[in-house]
């Protein structure tokens, strides 16, 4: 079975661009995650869809962040407009029952703003 | 913040030596589960154990969990130099949808 894809896998932006990661869960996932990782802040939550619906969507990122599920086998993530500190790499993971079941990550985004 | 000691700690041991990881959390959680990232990679979950289970072994992994104490442990025995990895446990919130995850621990293991 194929696992979690994400592309790019790594996207260079100018300061003010919009860009938009691309995520495939696992077929037949219900739950997909995005996370932000940092190496001060972490692993970061940043939007939570439960059968295509959004549970969550990360609360102080939600102002230039938005993510959305166009059907179950795909997810984009739009930063819009990018700022520097929005460098970081950017995770999916799907599950299929939420928290309580494993989740499964894709390899990442390694987004450098400039 | 759900966690204690939030901080990437880092380790490093002699390939064959033992180690153990310490987590501890703040509120309740019906699971802990346990990552390993290796560099390049997303996490990869290793161990998943539940409130009414003390201690999960698999192969060289054993995973325990103190709920009274709100900590759990993560031990590898025989380390290799493939388990060179960031190590994450992560808890799962009331609603049982989402993990918040740990700020790891850096593991080095030299040949």
């Known amino acids: 079975d194929a696992g979690v894809t994400q592309t790019p896998r790594h996207e260079v932006a100018e300061k003010g661009q919009t860009i938009i990661l691309k995520c495939e869960p696992v077929?037949?996932?219900?739950?997909l995650f995005w996370y932000r990782q940092t190496k001060i802040q972490g692993l970061e939550l940043l939007s939570y869809?439960?059968?295509?619906?959004?549970?969550?969507d990360g609360g102080a990122f939600k102002d230039r962040f938005k993510a959305e599920m166009l059907n179950s086998s795909f997810s984009t993530l739009k930063i819009q407009p990018t700022e520097p500190k929005d460098s970081a790499v950017y995770l999916c993971?799907?599950?299929?029952?939420?928290?309580?079941?494993?989740?499964?990550f894709g390899p990442g985004t390694r987004l450098t703003v400039l | 913040s759900q966690w204690g000691e939030e901080n990437l700690q880092a380790l490093s041991i002699q390939e064959g030596e033992d180690v153990t990881m310490n987590c501890s959390y703040k509120?309740?959680?019906?699971?802990v589960q346990w990552y390993r990232q290796k560099s390049g990679k997303g996490p990869a979950q290793l161990i998943l154990?539940?409130?009414?289970?003390r201690e999960k072994r698999s192969g060289r992994l054993r995973a325990t969990l103190d709920t009274s104490s709100q900590s759990s442990s993560l031990s590898i025995t025989g380390t290799l130099a493939t388990d060179t990895a960031v190590y994450f446990c992560?808890?799962?919130?009331?609603?049982?949808?989402?993990?918040?995850f740990g700020g790891g621990t850096r593991l080095t293991v030299r040949p």
């Open positions: 992560a808890t799962v919130n009331n609603a049982g949808a989402k993990l918040t």
């Open positions: 154990i539940r409130s009414n289970e």
């Open positions: 077929s037949g996932h219900n739950d």
């Open positions: 509120t309740y959680t019906t699971v």
């Open positions: 993971a799907s599950s299929p029952l939420g928290g309580i079941d494993e989740q499964y």
């Open positions: 869809f439960r059968s295509k619906s959004l549970m969550e």
